[in-house]
């Protein structure tokens, strides 16, 4: 069964991406860490050898770095269009679902989401209709699903610490089956910084000497 990876992101531009990381990293150190966060996620997805990788992008997927990133990593590129964030990833879900046996969506937020992750995630869609993996502040990382069903995205509150609780509710009203792999951190905010690995902060703008790691490929 073919899965697809489609990975939500933002271009890499100071002020538009990472922002709430800007008051520990500034605007400039924030979009590089944001670059060097989606690098590793197309890699990792491109690793786990799952099927197409999809770099679906707002607020347009004109951007030379998005173009870029895709180039590089074997990625097509789309745009998520408008709405709220549960009717975008709903809608690149359906649509990815029409090609395919089954997809994961992430977001870029995670490194912990890494290709064993995604492999398992996908795994689990074998015997279940849905596969999440939950974040620490309270959302999730990563939802997959067989098929399309916007029950689990239409109407809700994002941004908050019950986000998944609520998933949970709605996902045992529509009587569906769901995995749960582990919780990862997202890195959102300046005190999720701890979470990330060693070295990842290393020569961004503003932030220290070096060149940083490699994203893992």
Known sequence: MSTLVIVFAKAPVPGLAKTRLTPALGADGAAALAAR???HTLAQAARAGLGPVELCATPD??????????????????????GDLG????????RGLRQHGAALLVGTDAPSLDAGV??????????HDAVF??????????VGQRRADARCFAGMTWS????MA?????????????????????I???GDLVHLPPGWLDGLPGVGPGPGPEPAA
Do not use: C, I
């Open 37 to 39: 966060m989606l690098a």
């Open 61 to 82: 997927a004109s951007h030379p770095a998005l173009q870029a990133a895709a180039a590089a990593h074997g990625a097509r590129l789309s745009e998520q269009g408008g």
């Open 87 to 94: 009717e975008r990833m709903h809608r690149a879900l359906e």
């Open 118 to 127: 995604l492999r398992r995630a996908a795994q689990a869609l074998a015997e």
């Open 133 to 142: 993996v939950p974040a620490f502040d309270g959302g999730y990382a990563l």
């Open 160 to 163: 908050h610490a019950r986000v």
């Open 166 to 186: 609520d998933t949970r509710e709605r996902l045992r009203a529509a009587q569906l089956r769901w995995a749960e792999l582990p919780a990862v951190a997202d």
């Open 188 to 190: 959102d905010e300046p």
